[in-house]
């Protein structure tokens, strides 16, 4: 293996790490409408549902988005990520309902996901038409 392989290896896997837990989130939500319908998230607030109910949506975009348009995908995938922690620490402490395992191994991605996102995102560099190198 050659050393010039190495980080773009290395980048490689954290996107793949990405893309996997956010399909992790996708496949979790999709389950939970099959098994337990539309009224899957009952007992909790409107918002806090429908916000569950759109990461069925969000959580595949971002990961289309990253094997795609990479740099939206960074974007998307660090505010989807902070918005759920967000949420769904503040149900947990306040109303109850989630499990200790399931906020914590989230907010490791969501560490994982903050801690790796700008040399995600410098890994896709964007052409810049110059005289000396055009597009």
Same mark, same amino acid.
């Given at each position: 293996?050659?050393?010039?392989?190495?980080?773009?290896?290395?980048?490689?896997?954290?996107?793949?790490?990405?893309?996997?837990?956010?399909?992790?989130?996708?496949?979790?939500?999709?389950?939970? !409408?099959? #098994?337990? %319908?539309?009224?899957?998230?009952?007992? /909790?607030?409107?918002?806090?549902?429908?916000?569950?109910?759109? =990461?069925?949506?969000?959580?595949?975009?971002?990961?289309?988005?990253?094997?795609?348009?990479?740099?939206?995908?960074?974007?998307?995938?660090?505010?989807?990520?902070?918005?759920?922690?967000?949420?769904?620490?503040?149900?947990?402490?306040?109303?109850?309902? !989630?499990? #200790?395992? %399931?906020?914590?191994?989230?907010?490791? /991605?969501?560490?994982?996901?903050?801690?790796?996102?700008?040399? =995600?995102?410098?890994?896709?560099?964007?052409?810049?038409?110059?005289?000396?190198?055009?597009?």
């Amino acid at each position: 293996m050659s050393e010039a392989s190495s980080p773009s290896r290395l980048l490689g896997g954290i996107r793949g790490v990405w893309i996997g837990g956010f399909l992790i989130g996708t496949t979790t939500h999709v389950a939970d !409408l099959v #098994l337990a %319908g539309t009224n899957v998230y009952d007992g /909790f607030p409107i918002a806090i549902r429908l916000f569950w109910v759109s =990461l069925t949506l969000l959580d595949p975009l971002v990961a289309a988005l990253l094997w795609f348009r990479l740099r939206a995908g960074v974007v998307l995938g660090v505010a989807v990520i902070l918005a759920d922690i967000a949420i769904n620490w503040s149900v947990f402490s306040t109303i109850g309902g !989630l499990s #200790l395992f %399931g906020v914590v191994t989230q907010s490791l /991605f969501a560490a994982f996901v903050v801690m790796t996102a700008r040399p =995600l995102w410098g890994s896709s560099r964007v052409a810049v038409a110059s005289p000396e190198h055009p597009a």
